[in-house]
């Protein structure tokens, strides 16, 4: 499990944040606080993997925690979350090592998509000592489904697209339907299915119909 701290000072955001981040799978929450005092004293007993740090915290800021992290060159992963949508603060945030930027306010597609992206990441480096330049190409840049995303039709959000489509990359190269995708992404079967359609219009998926004797014949795909 990756161990994950909250700094999050208002305490219905940190509510929401701490239940969406028990709907993804291998992730803990390990500790969620309201101030940069409380997580520093919790750090000292206990190293989490991943931190959400907001910026906009009570005479304080989250930028500096993030900058206190690196001086102290404590190994933490951290992701910000807040409402600061200046070009500054998200470029300070990256130059310090932010691995994802997300402005509130979110949704959970969002969320879930950083976390599945930072834990793929986070595996991986943990079964090598080495890695080739096209599998850290993979993880870092995803560059193979962020060009899938230019150009979404209207109506479909680009990061159930990619959730559904890491999801397919998995089930090599075997047919599957709508119920199963629904089941293991954890959403609703009809807009999996329209996003399957739409996918196969893509030229990205084959589908094949198949009639049974009773019923609406079924409808199975399969990437190319």
């Known amino acids: 499990m990756i161990e994950v701290m909250i700094i999050e000072d208002d305490p219905m955001v940190r509510e929401i944040n701490s239940r969406f981040l028990k709907r993804v799978d291998g992730f803990n929450l390990c500790k969620a606080v309201g101030s940069l005092n409380e997580a520093k004293e919790f750090i000292k007993g206990k190293k989490p993997d991943l931190i959400?740090?907001?910026?906009?915290?009570?005479n304080e800021n989250g930028i500096d925690f993030l900058k206190w992290l690196r001086n102290k060159e404590i190994g933490i992963d951290v992701i910000l979350i807040t409402a600061d949508k200046?070009?500054?603060?998200?470029?300070e945030a990256f130059r310090y090592g932010a691995i994802?930027?997300?402005?509130k306010p979110f949704d959970f597609d969002r969320f879930k998509d950083s976390l599945i992206q930072f834990k793929e990441r986070y595996s991986e480096f943990k079964k090598v000592e080495e890695i080739e330049q096209s599998k850290l190409d993979?993880?870092?840049?995803?560059?193979e489904v962020t060009q899938k995303y230019e150009g979404l039709a209207k109506g479909f959000n680009k990061y159930t697209y990619k959730s559904l489509w890491d999801e397919i990359g998995k089930m090599n190269n075997e047919y599957f339907t709508s119920e199963e995708m629904s089941e293991r992404i954890k959403v609703?079967?009809?807009?999996?299915?329209?996003?399957l359609e739409y996918m196969e219009k893509e030229g990205h998926l084959e589908k094949l119909v198949e009639y049974g004797k009773v019923g609406r014949p079924q409808h199975k795909f399969r990437k190319l």
């Open 100 to 103: 994802d930027y997300l402005i």
């Open 52 to 58: 959400l740090l907001d910026v906009f915290l009570p």
């Open 188 to 195: 609703a079967r009809v807009t999996v299915r329209r996003y």
């Open 138 to 143: 993979k993880l870092i840049l995803n560059s």
């Open 86 to 91: 200046t070009i500054e603060r998200v470029q």
